[in-house]
Structures are given as C-alpha cells and as structure tokens.
C-alpha cells in the first residue's frame, strides 16, 4: 500500500515536472518583439508584461523559476529584443544582464544611402529620412578618404558617404542604436576591407579611390556576373579615356531616383553631371554600394576589342565592337 502510495506521488510529481518544463519552453516563432522593462518593475509585472507580448506560457511558472535561479530581484531596466522561440532560461539570462538580443542588417550590394535608411526605418531602429538626414549634417571629417564636402555635383540624396558604406551583415543593438554610430561602422569597414587590404592594387590602378569606387559602382549596376565585370569595366575605362560618353542609364536612374521602369527621352534629357548620357566624364560620385568583386575589376579592368553591350531578356550579356554591330545586338536581343 505504502508502495503504490509512492508510485502515485511520484508519477504525479513527474508529470508536474514535466508541465513545469513544457511552460519553460519556447512558444515558436521568430519575429522579433521590444520590450521595455521600467525601472523598479516586480517579477509579477516583468512577467504580466512578457505574457501580454507573446513570449511566455506561464506567469506563475516564470515566477518560480525566477525565484529558483536566485533571479527574482536582478532584473534590469530597459529596452530588450526578445523572440518567441526563446525559452525561458534565454529570457532570463537577458533580464539578469541587461544585455539584449541583436538585430541582424544585412547590407546588400547595390544598395544607396536611400536603401539603408529605408530599411534602418522597416526595423524600427530609426525614423525615415533620419540616415538622409544626418548624411548632409553629421561630421564626418575622421574618414579622410570621404570626397571633400564641396565636391561640385555631389548629389545631395547619397552625399559624400553614397559608395562607401561597406555591403556586408552587420549585428546592431536596438537599444543602442544611433544612425551616426552605424554609418561610422560601414565606413570603418569600407576602410578596412577596401582601402587597407587593397592598397597596393589602389596605388598601383592608376586612379584615385573615389575613381575607383565610382567606376566600381556603375560595374555593380551593370552586370549580373563576376565574369563580366572586368570586361564591363575595361569598355568602360576605354570609354572615359577616348572622351565619349559613358552612356550607363543607371546613373540617369540614380539621380532621377528611378530604379525601375523605362528610361524615356525626357529622362536622357536631364540637366545633370549625373547623366552619363549627356555629359562626358564620370558621375561626380558613385550611384550605389559597389561589391569587391566590383571594386576588384575596376583597379584591374580586362581588355577586349568591345567598346558596347547589352543584357537580353534573359540577363545574357552581348558585347560589341562597333556601333553597327551594337545596334544589330539591340534589334536582335531588345525586340
């Protein structure tokens, strides 16, 4: 009798324990969720609140865990990232730190100023227009090899920084956040990737790093493959240095803030440097963020005997060598 009173309390304090660690668990889900945490909060209310936002089963379950871990009276105050398939031992160990999750932003190639600011608005870390803003305002005189603020035909969307804020993933705390502190870490990157890993090809390219990272920016608009970029590069270059006119719409498309849709006669007919339609020369600065692979062809640009070229339909690039046979490649692959 003794005995199976035993087995009963035991299977019963099994299947409490089981519950227990059922209420610990994860929800599911992995959207991210702010959470503000005032200062002189209870336990009680840290967990109401935790309740209210989707990311725990039990209020009184989160309350005797705390209390068992010795966490019941260290919780700190602010604004963390939480997600739903965060348990509760990873909720805890948060609140005990003070240290939130961080946000992943992924800065893709191609990208402008208006892109990041764009997106840094869709996470919730800054108002739109705040990374536009502080582009035209903030100091930014510790990175040297920006191009001088009075550089004529700068355009004023992407500023001196259009270029330079360095593609790759970067990991922010939203709590922290500030716009200036980001930009200052893209270009930090900027300079460690490009400018110190590639100083000798930049010595050596024969151009200055603003050339460069504007030629690298067309590069990145008008390719779809790393193949083509030196060869794009050098018709290019050649281009430039026979005094004809670029003529990549891309930079039409920047400056008339167009990125899709057909470029009309109107739009070829803009007023501005940008035009490489229009006016001979480079752009006064790069369009976009350009990739390495970019950068890379244009310090080392292939030769060939084009001079033109063209994607079809299907993202095939056709080259050409005279006008004539540009203009065949264009009845045949643009019908």
């Known amino acids: 009798m003794k005995k199976g009173f035993f087995l009963?309390?035991?299977?019963?304090?099994?299947?409490?324990?089981?519950?227990?660690?059922?209420?610990?668990?994860?929800?599911?889900?992995?959207?991210?969720v702010r959470v503000t945490i005032e200062q002189g909060m209870s336990v009680a209310q840290v967990g109401s609140l935790l309740q209210e936002k989707g990311l725990i089963r039990s209020l009184p379950v989160f309350k005797l865990y705390m209390k068992l871990h010795g966490a019941d009276t260290r919780v700190q105050a602010g604004t963390f990232i939480f997600r739903p398939n965060m348990s509760v031992e990873e909720i805890t160990q948060i609140l005990r730190?003070?240290?939130?999750?961080?946000?992943?932003?992924?800065?893709?190639?191609?990208?402008?100023?208006?892109?990041?600011?764009?997106?840094?608005?869709?996470?919730?870390?800054?108002?739109?227009?705040?990374?536009?803003?502080?582009?035209?305002?903030?100091?930014?005189?510790?990175?040297?090899?920006?191009?001088?603020?009075?550089?004529?035909?700068?355009?004023?969307?992407g500023g001196r920084l259009e270029g330079y804020l360095f593609p790759e993933t970067y990991f922010v705390n939203e709590a922290e956040f500030v716009p200036k502190f980001f930009l200052e870490r893209l270009l930090g990157t900027f300079r460690a990737r490009v400018m110190q890993e590639h100083r000798d090809e930049i010595a050596a390219s024969g151009h200055s790093l603003h050339e460069i990272?504007?030629?690298?920016?067309?590069?990145?608009?008008?390719?779809?493959?790393?193949?083509?970029?030196?060869?794009?590069?050098?018709?290019?270059?050649?281009?430039?240095?026979?005094?004809?006119?670029?003529?990549?719409?891309?930079?039409?498309?920047?400056?008339?803030?167009?990125?899709?849709?057909?470029i009309t006669q109107s739009d070829l007919e803009t007023q501005s440097p940008y035009?490489?339609?229009?006016?001979?020369?480079?752009?006064?600065?790069?369009?976009?963020?350009?990739?390495?692979?970019?950068?890379?062809?244009?310090?080392?640009?292939?030769?060939?005997?084009?001079?033109?070229y063209l994607h079809d339909s299907k993202g095939l690039i056709h080259y050409a060598a005279t006008n004539d046979e540009h203009n065949e490649n264009r009845r045949r692959y643009l019908r």
């Open 97 to 157: 730190s003070g240290k939130s999750e961080e946000i992943s932003l992924t800065i893709p190639e191609g990208w402008t100023v208006a892109d990041i600011d764009a997106l840094l608005a869709s996470k919730g870390l800054a108002q739109s227009g705040a990374v536009l803003d502080c582009v035209k305002r903030c100091d930014f005189s510790t990175f040297d090899f920006l191009p001088p603020a009075s550089l004529k035909g700068l355009a004023q969307r």
């Open 213 to 262: 990272i504007t030629m690298a920016s067309l590069v990145e608009a008008e390719t779809r493959t790393d193949t083509e970029r030196p060869i794009v590069a050098g018709i290019l270059w050649k281009r430039l240095e026979a005094g004809m006119p670029l003529g990549v719409d891309a930079t039409v498309r920047y400056i008339l803030d167009k990125p899709t849709g057909a």
């Open 8 to 32: 009963f309390v035991l299977g019963l304090c099994m299947i409490a324990y089981m519950w227990y660690l059922h209420e610990l668990s994860a929800l599911g889900g992995s959207a991210a």
């Open 275 to 308: 035009n490489t339609r229009k006016f001979k020369g480079l752009p006064p600065g790069p369009i976009e963020s350009p990739s390495l692979a970019s950068i890379r062809a244009a310090m080392k640009s292939q030769e060939s005997p084009y001079w033109y």
